[in-house]
C-alpha cells in the first residue's frame, strides 16, 4: 500500500506537517525510575509490519515506541522518539497485532485520526518500531511505564501527556 503524499497530507492537515519541536528536559529524564527496559525488537515500520513481528512477540505484552530514524549521510547517528504506546499479552485488542492492525490500516489513508496518519504517512523508510516484551510485569505496571515516559520524555505524537509535561502541549500544535 502506498503511504500518502505530502500535498494529500497537507491538504488535510493544513498546518506544520514536518514541524515537531522537541523538548529535551534532562531533569525530566532523571525522573524515569524503573527498571531497565529489555532490549528492543526492531522492527521497520511499513505496510508489511505485522509479517515483520518476531513470532516468538507477537502476543507477549509490553511497550513500543516509533522512532524516526533519519539517513543523513554522516555521524553521528540520529533518532527521534515520536509515540510511545502499550500491549497487552496474547490475542486481545490490544495485542501487538492487532494494535499494528490499526496502524496500517492508516497507512494511505486519510480518514485516520491526524497523529496517526502523520506517524504512518510521513516518514516512509525511515520509521522503526522498537518493542520491549515486558511479560513479567502486570498490566498496570506497564500502564504506569508508559505513562512515566509520555510525561518525561514528551513524544510529540502522544495526545495524553499531564502533569508540567501536559503544559507544553501547545507547543505541538
Keep these: 500500500m502506498d503511504v500518502l503524499t505530502l500535498h494529500e497530507i497537507n491538504n488535510s492537515f493544513p498546518e506544520k506537517t514536518y514541524q515537531f519541536p522537541i523538548l529535551h528536559n534532562p531533569e525530566w529524564w532523571l525522573e524515569i525510575n524503573i527498571d531497565a527496559l529489555p532490549i528492543p525488537d526492531k522492527v521497520k515500520f511499513d505496510s508489511e509490519i505485522k509479517e515483520n513481528i518476531p513470532v ?43 494494535r499494528f492492525d490499526d496502524y496500517k490500516k492508516n497507512i494511505g489513508n486519510l480518514n485516520g485520526s491526524r497523529n496517526k496518519v502523520l506517524l504512518t504517512n510521513l516518514w516512509p523508510n525511515h520509521t522503526f518500531v522498537y518493542f520491549y516484551s515486558l511479560n513479567q510485569k502486570t498490566d498496570e505496571e506497564i500502564a504506569e511505564i508508559e505513562d512515566l515516559l509520555i510525561k518525561k520524555i514528551l513524544p510529540p505524537l502522544n495526545h495524553r501527556i499531564g502533569g508540567k509535561a501536559g503544559q507544553t502541549r501547545q507547543i505541538y500544535n
Excluded: C, D, W
Excluded at 67 to 95: C, D, M, W
Design 56 to 98: 516468538e512477540i507477537r502476543n507477549n505484552k509490553g511497550i513500543y515506541m516509533f522512532f524516526l530514524e533519519p539517513q543523513h549521510p554522516f555521524s553521528p547517528e540520529i533518532k527521534h522518539l515520536v509515540y510511545v504506546g502499550r500491549v497487552r499479552a496474547g490475542n486481545t485488542n490490544f495485542s501487538f497485532l492487532k
